[in-house]
């Protein structure tokens, strides 16, 4: 899954810049979805693509503050890694909330 700012997805520019989540870690983080009380996030389908309102960008900023927080990625094998991209993403969503934009999710 692929996390770009932007407002459409037929205006979308895939060279801009984005916060990658590989299939493993949407897989780990699927798998532990129900120690993490935010929702937002789990309600995309990493295989389709997709627009992300306001609202729910909020709610993934707290996802991601929450799983590095209580350190709930220190399972997985590459955790660093891991809690690198959720970082990225955090930013990511900041951004986009700062600009007034949204969050396209682009699924595999």
């Not at 801009?16 to 935010?38: A, C, G």
């Not at 991209?85 to 909330?97: K, R």
Request: charged share 30%; proline share 2%.
């Amino acid at each position: 899954m692929n996390f770009y700012i932007g407002n459409s997805i037929e205006t979308l520019n895939k060279n801009d810049k984005n916060v990658e989540l590989d299939d493993e870690m949407v897989e780990y983080l699927y798998s532990i979805k129900e120690l993490i009380p935010y929702v937002a996030f789990f309600t995309i389908d990493p295989y389709s693509d997709l627009v992300v309102e306001e609202e729910d960008i909020s709610d993934i900023i707290m996802m991601c503050k929450y799983v590095i927080k209580e350190q709930i990625l220190n399972a997985y094998d590459e955790s660093e890694e891991l809690i690198l991209v959720i970082n990225e993403l955090n930013d990511l969503c900041h951004n986009a909330l700062k600009k007034g934009e949204k969050i396209i999710v682009i699924g595999d």
